[in-house]
């Protein structure tokens, strides 16, 4: 069976730290990853999406990047954060084909 | 642009009770809708997964139904429990990787 792993669980950084999370996926090859970012009181917000090794695709405009160095491993990087970066941030697969998603623990991250 | 809107916000019911929750989408063009449960700091768990081409879709006392024409879609929770109070939520897929949330309906039911 398929299993998705996302760490840190949480997080708190000062504001202008680095950050990465880590984001990878066991049980299925080639899958489709996605970074989101849930606000407290609003929807989730699509921050990235990856349809292969290399390949990312940007929704919004921010400070934060995404990098996809293996198959199964996706992670969300910034250089220096906002203190708008804070939230809950969600890590998802697909299958190429059925596009059912299915969501990682998440990591709460909050900036001081 | 899609948007998705879920209403109620909130809904408290006693335990027991047959609920319906509600999931509307502006753009009918799309590949599949998909229902969510949220637990409190916790991810999203997937519910059910309605494709473009189907009317419902069932999973023990859950129901949920997709009406593409009027933009609609509802979950139907048969005999709530206390274990049932979360946050749902719907999304809405309109490509390969376009997909909308609602806000979600957060859900009480009481023993």
């Known amino acids: 069976s398929q299993t998705i792993h996302q760490w840190p669980a949480t997080l708190v950084q000062p504001v202008g730290s680095p950050l990465s999370l880590e984001c990878t996926v066991e049980?299925?090859?080639?899958?489709?990853l996605y970074w989101y970012r849930q606000a407290a009181g609003r929807g989730l917000q699509l921050l990235f999406y990856s349809v292969g090794i290399g390949q990312i695709s940007s929704e919004v405009p921010q400070n934060l990047s995404a990098s996809r160095p293996q198959d199964r491993q996706f992670i969300l990087s910034s250089k220096k954060l906002l203190l708008s970066d804070s939230g809950f941030y969600l890590c998802?697969?697909?299958?190429?084909?059925?596009?059912?998603?299915?969501f990682g623990p998440g990591t709460r991250l909050t900036v001081t | 642009k899609q948007e998705v809107t879920q209403i109620p916000a909130a809904l408290s019911v006693p335990e027991g009770e047959n609920l319906v929750l509600n999931c509307s989408f502006t753009?009918?063009?799309?590949?599949?809708l998909q229902w969510f449960r949220q637990d409190p700091g916790k991810g999203l768990t997937s519910l059910l997964l309605?494709?473009?081409?189907?009317r419902e879709q069932t999973s023990g006392r859950l129901n949920a139904s997709l009406d593409k024409s009027s933009g609609r879609s509802t979950l139907y929770i048969a005999a709530s429990q206390p274990g049932d109070s979360a946050t749902y939520l719907c999304a809405v897929r309109a490509n390969n990787n376009d997909m909308r949330f609602g806000a979600g309906t957060r859900l009480t039911v009481k023993p």
């Open positions: 049980g299925t090859s080639n899958p489709n």
């Open positions: 998802a697969w697909s299958s190429s084909g059925w596009y059912e998603q299915y």
């Open positions: 753009d009918s063009a799309i590949y599949n």
């Open positions: 309605i494709q473009s081409s189907q």
